[in-house]
């Protein structure tokens, strides 16, 4: 009798232990675990707007090339710039300066030492240029000067009618080391053509001082230069 009732104590032990398992496979166990929380939903950042298939942009993108205030365009942001023909070259109009088209003039100066300044003018009516330096010729002298190479310019000496271009004129050396001096009282001034020794039209013939001018073997000239303090330079 007492092995029969704890058989069935045993038994009605392990149907609650059923009973129980089977609650909280349902979901009606009463331990609640809370409210699930929200999931993240990650957001990917916007991607940059493309070109339009006009090839504009969005704000703030630089463009391929960029343009500068005056409409020219260029990497570099430098307006372009183009070199053109002088306007009276190509019309024709530039003639060789010469005895024919100007005055000539030749006078001592006391600064610097034994130099003399010589100015061509242009009394012409159209632009005038002067080619390598003058060629000068004192009385009956049977040699030419020489140029002063240091003073070649860059560019030939162009005169618009009315204005002037200079030449200086080494007469002799400072510390008496020339030879051969003597007084000159007539120039002659001749002008180049566009290849050296060669002319370029009649020369001229400047008044000198009554004294006459004194040289000697170191008589040198500048190429022709655009201004006075450069023709005096050398």
């Known amino acids: 009798m007492r092995i029969h009732r704890t058989r069935l104590l045993a038994a009605t032990g392990a149907a609650l232990t059923a009973l129980a398992l089977t609650a909280c496979e349902n979901g009606t166990g009463t331990q609640d675990g809370g409210a699930s929380r929200p999931t ?30 005056n409409g020219d365009t260029g990497r570099d942001g430098n307006k372009a710039t183009g070199s053109g023909s002088d306007s009276a070259d190509a019309a ?30 242009n009394t012409g009516t159209k632009p ?53 001096g003597t007084t000159g009282h007539k120039l002659t001034v001749g002008f180049q053509g566009r290849t050296p020794n060669s002319s370029g039209g009649p020369a001229a013939t400047p008044s000198l001082p009554a004294k006459g001018v004194y040289y000697d073997s170191t008589l040198t000239v500048t190429y022709w230069q655009q201004s006075m303090d450069d023709a005096l330079t050398y």
């Open 92 to 121: 024709g109009t530039r003639v060789a300066c010469s005895g024919s088209n100007t005055t000539v003039t030749a006078q001592p100066v006391p600064r610097p030492l034994n130099h003399m300044l010589i100015t061509v003018k």
């Open 128 to 180: 005038c240029d002067l080619t390598y330096y003058p060629v000068l010729r004192f009385d009956e002298m049977q040699w030419v000067p020489q140029p002063i190479e240091d003073s070649k310019p860059q560019a030939v000496v162009g005169i618009d009618p009315g204005e002037a271009a200079y030449a200086g004129v080494l007469l002799a050396a400072a510390d008496g080391s020339g030879d051969g």
């Open 40 to 69: 993240a939903t990650a957001t990917s950042a916007a991607k940059p707007t493309s070109p339009a298939a006009d090839g504009t942009t969005t704000p703030g993108e630089p463009s391929e090339a960029g343009t500068d205030t």
